[in-house]
Each structure stands twice: as structure tokens, then as C-alpha cells.
């Protein structure tokens, strides 16, 4: 890879990993509800599920959907169900008036990992990287871009994840908690319009 295509590469990695999408309102979320140190785990699962996640659709994964698009299409359907689930967890995350925050646990590192398999985004994300940033589409050119979005995508993740932490600071009612994650949730829900409609 020369320099030129390398450095498209990290900017590319860079615009896609720090704009809003699913994983960045889950984290911001996450850090407004639970703080930095319990979001560690789910945006590592991000950062290392999503690098996982090219290696793999880089390694043949998607000769599968040429081959059977109704699995893509069964993909899409699973993706939007899911995430409007997530929608509802997260508008539903504020404890009631005068209770403590029992049973609500941030993501976990496998949960994190596991979630880019149904995220609309990162498919686009690692598609348009793979058909775009290696040529031959050997392992070692699929590995540079795995790798390279991984250096990028956890800083970028992480500044979401401190956006909702400081947030947290004028979230300090339940009611103006449930205000924000009904936000989030209706913004996870608005990420889903090129999906289902593309």
C-alpha cells in the first residue's frame, strides 16, 4: 500500500469512526449512564470486534452474500429489529423517580463484539474499506486495515464515550436522565433510515 492510499486509509478509518452511528450513541450513552471505566469493556468489544469483523468479511466472508443474497437481505431485517430493541433498552435505562439503577449493566466486551455482526454501519464501513483499500484483497492487505481501523476506531469511540460522561454532570435528575437516553434512543432509531430505505 503506498503512502497516498494509506493515508486515505486513516482518514477514511478516522471520518467513519468518529461520526454518529450505533456504536457512538450506544457509547455516549453508555458513559452518561455507567461513567468511563464500566464502558471500557464495550468499547474495546467495538474497537477489537469491529477489526475482527474485516479480517474476516475481507477473508471471503462476503463471497457468502454474492453468493446467497437473500442472506443479506435476512441480515438487514435481523439488524433493524435489533437495534430498535436496543432503542428501547436505552430510552428505558433511567430509573424511575427516587429508585436506584438496579438490573442496568453497560454492554459487555463479547456483547460489544458480537453487536457490529448486526450493525448497519460497520458492514458499510467494512465493505466500502475492504473494496476500496485492498486491491489483491490478500490477508496481509485485509490485516493493514483491520489493524489501522483499529488504532483509529478506539480513540474515537473513547471521545463519545467521555462526551456522555460530561454530560452525566447535567443529568443529574431521572427525569432529565430518561430525557437524554429517549434522545439517544430516538437518534439510534434515526440511524436506521439509509438502512431501510437503501
Avoid: C
Amino acid at each position: 500500500m503506498n503512502y497516498d492510499l494509506l493515508l486515505g486509509l486513516i482518514l477514511f478509518a478516522f471520518v467513519s469512526s468518529i461520526t454518529p452511528g450505533p456504536n457512538n450513541l450506544m457509547l455516549m450513552a453508555s458513559g452518561a449512564n455507567f461513567g468511563f471505566r464500566r464502558t471500557i469493556p464495550h468499547m474495546l468489544g467495538v474497537g477489537i470486534g469491529f477489526s475482527v469483523m474485516i479480517v474476516l468479511v475481507g477473508a471471503g466472508l462476503i463471497q457468502v452474500f454474492d453468493l446467497y443474497p437473500v442472506l443479506h437481505t435476512a441480515l438487514r431485517i435481523v439488524s433493524v429489529l435489533y437495534l430498535l430493541w436496543l432503542a428501547w433498552k436505552i430510552a428505558n435505562a433511567a430509573p424511575p423517580e427516587g429508585e436506584a439503577k438496579s438490573d442496568a449493566t453497560p454492554f459487555t466486551f463479547i456483547q460489544a463484539a458480537l453487536f457490529q455482526w448486526v450493525n448497519p454501519k460497520a458492514w458499510t464501513m467494512a465493505l466500502t474499506a475492504i473494496a476500496v483499500y485492498t486491491a489483491d484483497q490478500s490477508l496481509g492487505a485485509v490485516t493493514l486495515v483491520a489493524l489501522i481501523f483499529g488504532l483509529v476506531n478506539l480513540p474515537s469511540v473513547s471521545s463519545w464515550t467521555i462526551l456522555g460522561q460530561q454530560m452525566a454532570r447535567f443529568l443529574t435528575s431521572p427525569a432529565r436522565l430518561r430525557l437524554f437516553n429517549w434522545a439517544m434512543a430516538g437518534l439510534l432509531v434515526l440511524s436506521l433510515y439509509p438502512v431501510v430505505l437503501g
